[in-house]
């Protein structure tokens, strides 16, 4: 990050929780943004604003120790350059979670990015240069993609 003008950001966030029956349990959340730089001119817009960002689960409570989840994250079109005119793709991923636990530690195994998606984690849009490339570089997106699908253990003490 960059030192940058002032700036300033509205928005809206909404959440919402609700229960199918005593292990069934469903939740969404949603923020929405309009983020400026505080100026007068038309390159008033921040770099790496996200204006959506969603995500919505089940949860299943299978016993008193046994749970899992299914969620799905959205993180909508970002802005990549100061006129707006650059963004980045969206992003979705689905991830999955089964879980047991006892009073004093938890186990669980998540699946990561089910569906393998190769959607960017993150996106820039500056200037770089390659071999061969002109002096002053040639600007492009660069990116990190979203990790491939990944099966994750995980230990927790609970205290």
């Keep these: 990050t960059e030192a940058s003008d002032a700036s300033k950001r509205y928005g809206l966030e909404l959440s919402a929780y609700y229960w199918l029956n005593d292990a069934l ?18 390159d008033d817009r921040i770099e790496g604003a996200v204006p959506v960002v969603a995500s919505t689960g089940i949860n299943w409570h299978i016993t008193q120790q ?8 959205h993180i909508g079109k970002r802005i990549l350059s100061s006129d707006g005119d ?36 993150i996106d820039y849009f500056y200037a770089s240069r390659l071999a061969g490339e002109p002096v002053e570089g040639v600007e492009d997106n660069h990116f990190h993609p979203i990790e491939p699908r990944t099966l994750r253990l995980n230990f ?4």
Excluded: C, M
């Design 25 to 42: 349990s469903l939740d969404a959340e949603a923020s929405f943004t309009h983020s400026r730089l505080d100026i007068d001119s038309n």
């Design 66 to 73: 046994w749970q899992s989840s299914l969620r799905v994250r």
């Design 86 to 121: 650059k963004r980045s793709e969206p992003l979705t991923v689905v991830n999955g979670l089964v879980s047991y636990q006892q009073t004093h530690w938890k186990v669980g195994l998540e699946l990561l990015n089910i569906f393998d998606s190769t959607d960017h984690d």
């Design 156 to 159: 927790s003490l609970l205290f």
